[in-house]
C-alpha cells in the first residue's frame, strides 16, 4: 500500500520554514506498513493544491496533506480538497464552538476569519486538536482515504500519534511493508560498507545506511504480510548484530545521548564535564534528555586557558609545556572535572575546532577526550574534518560513544 | 521565472534522512530572483523520475534534480534524465579521469561502478565537484534549464554556489523576484501582528512571517525589474524598521548568536555564563560561531545544588530559602560567574525544563535569567512551554537578546 505526501504552503517553497513533516510522515508510515510513493512541497493555491491532489489520488490509495488550514486567505486545503473531490464545505457548529471557547478562554477574541475554520467538507470525520483550532479531518471515499493536517508540527505530530496512526493500521490490514532502523557508532561508513557488502547475497530483505557524522544508520525494509515482514527483519538485524557487535547502540528513536543517560541512571553513576573545543555541546545534548539531573552533576566550558587553570586546577606549567590542545590536559580537565563535581565519571575534552587556531604540528580539527573512572584515565586523540560545527558535533559523539562503552564495560576502542 | 525541484532517493522517502536540500535552494532561488513552483521527493527508480521530469519541465523554466549520481545500481538519474531529454549517455574521459585521480589520491582503488559517473548525458556541461565524485551538470534544451546536483549538501551547497547560480542569473536576466528576511526578537508573534496587520494597505509588497521560538522571521517579496524589486524591498524594510526598531537584530543569514558575537567581539566586551535549565544550549549557539573565543571566557552548567555552591559561590542557605529556582539565585549564580570568570559580563540562569520537577507555585517551564554587567544585575522572569527542548531553546534566545540590548545599551525589556 502506498501512499502520496502533499505539503501546503508559499512559506516552505520559500525556504523560509523548513519541511519537517515530510521526513516524520515518512518514518511513521512505513512503521505502519504504508510506504510513500511521492512527497510533494505546494503553494497556498486551489489549482496548485487540486492538481497536485488529482495527481496523488491517482497513484496512491492515502493521501496526506499537510498546512493550509489556518484562518486567513491564504489558507485554502479545505476548499481546494472539498472541490477536487466534488464535496460541499459546511459549518460545522461543534467545531466552531470549540473555537469560540479556545479563544475565551485564552482570554481572546475569535475573529470572523476563524469561523472559516469551521467550515468542513461534508462528511469528513474531524481529528482531535489540542494544539490549536486548525480543523485536521480524514475522507473516505472511493477505497482511497484522504487525511488534512495542520502544518505547524506541534499540532500535526500529536494529532498524527493519536487519531491518524490506529486508523491508517486498521486501513492497511494484510499488505505490509515494515521499516527498522539500527543505530551504529564508533565504526567508520567505510569499515561498515566493508562487513556488509555480501548482505545482498545471503538472501536478506534490503538495507540502506547513511552517515551522521560518527554514527551510522541502518534501515531494513521487510515486506509481506505481518508475519513474513517481522522475520525478514528479525534474520536481518541477527546478522547484523552479529557482524556489528557493540558497534549497535540502539534502534528507531534511540538516542546516543538517550542510551548513555539510561546506562549512567540504571546503574546510578554519575558524571560531570569539562569541554573546551566542543564548547557546551555535549552538555546540552545530554541535558536533553529528561531526568538527565539524575547523573548529571554539572560540567564546566573551559574556553581560555585561564578558566581550565582556575575553574579546574589544570597546571599552568603543563598548558605552557605541552599546549592547550593535547593529550596531557585532556586528562587534566578530566580528573579536575571529576574531582570539583565529585563525580564517579569526568571526561574532559581539547581540540581545535576552527576554522583558525591551526598550526601544521596541530592542524584545525584535532581533539582529545580524555575519560577518568577514578581508576585510570584514557584519552582518544581524533583528526576531525568538515568545519567547526562538524568539529564540535563529532567530538561530542565520540565522547558520548566513550561514555557507552565505559558504562557497558566493553572494551575500550582506539 | 519559475523552478521545479526534484529531490530524487530512496532515503529521503523513508525519512531516513531529513531533506535540507529543497529549503537550501528555494532561498538560494528567490534570491537569484526565480520562484520555485514545485518541490517533489521521488524513488530511485528511472520511471519515477522520468515523470516527474516530464511533469516539471511542462510547468517551469528551470528544473533542478538533486540525488541519485552515485555509482551504485540504485543512483540512476543521469539516465533518466537523458531518457527524457532523448539524449544519449556518452563515457566523458576527463571526468573518468578525474575519479580516477580521487581514488588514487585517497590512497583507494577504483571499482567498477565508479565508471558508471563518467556516463554523462550528451550536451551536458559538468560542474566541478571539490567534496566527490558525483557529476554534476548543467543542460540547456529548448529554452529550459535543466540542473542535476548530487544529493549531499557537502558537495550540493558549494558546486551550487560556485557553478549554477551565476548561469541562473544569467538565464534569468530581465524578470525578477527578490526576497528578504528580517529578523526579530523580543516581541511576541502576536504584539508583531498587530503592529503589522494593516501592512497589505499600504501599498507595500507582501510579507509572511514565522516564529522561531522566541525569534520572529519576516519575509518580504519584491517582485518585478531588478530595480523595482529591489525598491519595493526597501520600502518594505524601512517601514518594518520603524514598526519594530531594535526587536530587528538582522536580515538573512544573521543569527541571533552571530550577531552577540559581532557586538561583543567590536567592543572588547568578554562574557561568562552560569547556565542551570539550559544545560549548556547557550554556551554551545556562542561557541557555534567563529571566533567566539575572542570574548567567550567560560561557562559552568551547574546542574545540582553542589555545583551551584562548589562552583560559583551560590550560598547555600538561599537556595535553601529561595530554592534553585529563584530570582535571586539566577542573579547569584551571574555575579559568581562573572567573579570566576572575571568576564565583563555574565548571565545566570536557573530554571525547571521539565517534564518533572514542576510544583504549583513553580510550574514547569519557569525560568529566571539574570545578567549581571559590574554596575548592575538584572534578572527577567520567564513561564515558558513546549516542552524540554522548547524551554531549553526559548531560554537560550531570550538570554542571548539579553545580551545583545546590554551590548546595544539599549532600553532593557520586561
Not at 605541552?322 to 590542545?325: F, M, P, T
Given at each position: 500500500m502506498q501512499a502520496d505526501l502533499i505539503c501546503v504552503g508559499n512559506e516552505l517553497l520559500t525556504g523560509l520554514i523548513e519541511n519537517i513533516n515530510s521526513g516524520f510522515l515518512a518514518r511513521r508510515l512505513w512503521s505502519a506498513g504504508i510506504e510513500v510513493r511521492e512527497a510533494a512541497v505546494v503553494a497556498d493555491s486551489t489549482e496548485a493544491i487540486n492538481t497536485v491532489l488529482e495527481r496523488a489520488l491517482e497513484n496512491s490509495e492515502i493521501v496526506i496533506i499537510t498546512g493550509g488550514l489556518g484562518p486567513t486567505d491564504d489558507d485554502m486545503t479545505s476548499e481546494a480538497v472539498a472541490s477536487a473531490l466534488g464535496l460541499r464545505l459546511a459549518l460545522d457548529r461543534n467545531w466552531l464552538e470549540r473555537i469560540e471557547k479556545f479563544f475565551s478562554g485564552r482570554g481572546l477574541k475569535m475573529t470572523d476569519n476563524n469561523r472559516k475554520q469551521a467550515m468542513i467538507p461534508e462528511g469528513a470525520t474531524l481529528l482531535k486538536n489540542h494544539g490549536g483550532t486548525a480543523p485536521g479531518s480524514i475522507i473516505k471515499k472511493e477505497g482511497r482515504l484522504i487525511v488534512m493536517l495542520p502544518g505547524p508540527p506541534n499540532e500535526l505530530i500529536p494529532m498524527f500519534d493519536h487519531s491518524v496512526l490506529p486508523v491508517l493500521k486498521d486501513f492497511n490490514r494484510g499488505s505490509l511493508s515494515r521499516l527498522k532502523t539500527l543505530k551504529c557508532c564508533g565504526i567508520g561508513e567505510s569499515s561498515l560498507e566493508d562487513k556488509i557488502k555480501n548482505f545482498g547475497e545471503w538472501g536478506l530483505p534490503p538495507i540502506s545506511y547513511v552517515a551522521r557524522g560518527y554514527e551510522v544508520h541502518l534501515q531494513i525494509k521487510g515486506r509481506g504480510s505481518e508475519e513474513e515482514a517481522a522475520a525478514a527483519i528479525e534474520k536481518a538485524e541477527n546478522r547484523l548484530r552479529e557482524l556489528l557487535g557493540d558497534h549497535i547502540y540502539g534502534s528507531d528513536d534511540d538516542t546516543l545521548s538517550g542510551k548513555v543517560a539510561e546506562l549512567l541512571t540504571g546503574q546510578n553513576i554519575t558524571l560531570s564535564l569539562a569541554e573546551s573545543c566542543s564548547g557546551g555541546l555535549l552538555s546540552s545534548l545530554i541535558t536533553d534528555i529528561p531526568g538527565s539531573s539524575m547523573f548529571y552533576v554539572g560540567g564546566m566550558v573551559a574556553y581560555s586557558g585561564e578558566a581550565k587553570r582556575g575553574g579546574l586546577g589544570v597546571d599552568k606549567s603543563l598548558m605552557v609545556k605541552?599546549?592547550?590542545?593535547s593529550e596531557p590536559v585532556a586528562m587534566a580537565l578530566a580528573t579536575g572535572a571529576r574531582a570539583k563535581f565529585s563525580s564517579d565519571l569526568a571526561v574532559g575534552i581539547t581540540g581545535i575546532a576552527g576554522p583558525d587556531g591551526g598550526t601544521p604540528q596541530k592542524p584545525v580539527g584535532l581533539v582529545y577526550i580524555a575519560l577518568d573512572n577514578g581508576r585510570e584515565c584514557y584519552c582518544k586523540k581524533l583528526n576531525l574534518g568538515g568545519g567547526r560545527l562538524a568539529v564540535k558535533e563529532r567530538t561530542a559523539q565520540v565522547a558520548l560513544d566513550m561514555i557507552r562503552r565505559e558504562a557497558l564495560g566493553v572494551k575500550r576502542q582506539q
Open positions: 605541552e599546549g592547550q590542545v
